[in-house]
């Protein structure tokens, strides 16, 4: 570091090694992020109700020589969100990041939308954030550092024909994390979400594949600056930089990661 308190160096990503829980962390997103987060030193708790595809994802990370760990997790049941978090802890100590990202996209028509579906999607996309969130904060308000990131859709600000249970999920989650910011600010932790657009991903070729996107995941390109369909990394890059220290005063935000897409 020079006189004017600049370094020709980069910045590690944190100033002591860090633990990280990614839910959902088998496949798509999850997985990227899980990977980057490795990647940039973090022990990352690989969870996902899918164990099999979590091991993979670990063994994968393991391989490339970073540390991790597979962990069942179901979000929509608050007992193996506790067990899962305490399997973490156990293996790597407090767990301080914490990337909620697991979620389920079903699409149907608003009247054949019932109330069991709709209780399920509640429970797994914003009640799991909810109480994976209660269950690691006081790690970080003991560590008097934290990081959470809640991965919400682009649904929840444009809304989404077929998806109202859906949307209304990833808006809840949206203001959960406003909420959060401000309950947790003065405990040195942040809380901050991700709205995706289309990001190619299993879930989205699954939603193509049914006829539920039109003209299926390249008809947005047109429309979007970038020109491009996004890419799991591409939503992991976004996470890797909230949950630096460095990002340490960037907090109750919505960072749209879609290509530029303007999101009204
Ligand atoms: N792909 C996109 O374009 C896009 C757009 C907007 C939002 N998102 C959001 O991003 C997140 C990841 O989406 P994706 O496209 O990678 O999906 P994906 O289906 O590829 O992966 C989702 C993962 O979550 C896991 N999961 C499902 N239910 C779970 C539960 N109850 N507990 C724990 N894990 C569970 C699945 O096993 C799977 O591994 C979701 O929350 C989704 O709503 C994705």
Known sequence: ??????????????????????????????????????????????????IESATTVAADIAEAGGGAIAVEMDVGDQGSIKAGMSDVRE????????????????SAKFLE??????????????????????????????????RIVNISSSSAQT???????????????????????????RKGITVNTIPPGFVETPSLHAAAEAGELGEGIHQHIPTTPMRRVGQPEDIAAAVAFLVRDEADYITGQVLGVNGGRTIV
């Not at 100590?93 to 389920?104: F, R, S």
């Not at 009640?127 to 934290?146: E, L, T, Y």
């Not at 077929?162 to 949206?174: F, P, Q, T, V």
Request: aromatic share 4%.
């Open 1 to 50: 570091m020079d006189s004017t308190g600049h370094s020709a160096q980069p910045t590690p990503a944190w100033d002591r090694p860090r633990t990280a829980v990614v839910t959902g962390a088998g496949s798509g997103l999850g997985a990227a992020i899980a990977h980057r987060l490795a990647a940039e030193g973090a022990r990352v708790g690989v969870t996902d109700v899918d």
């Open 91 to 106: 293996a790597f100590g407090p767990i301080t990041i914490l990337v909620n990202n697991a979620g389920i996209t079903p």
């Open 113 to 146: 939308i019932d109330g069991e579906t709709f209780d399920r999607v509640m429970a797994v996309n914003l009640r799991g954030p909810f109480q994976c969130c209660q269950a690691v904060v006081p790690d970080m308000i003991g560590a008097g550092w934290g």
């Open 159 to 185: 809304g989404n024909a077929r998806m109202a249970h859906y949307a209304a999920s990833k808006g809840g989650l949206i203001s959960l994390t406003r909420s959060l910011a401000l309950d947790l600010g």
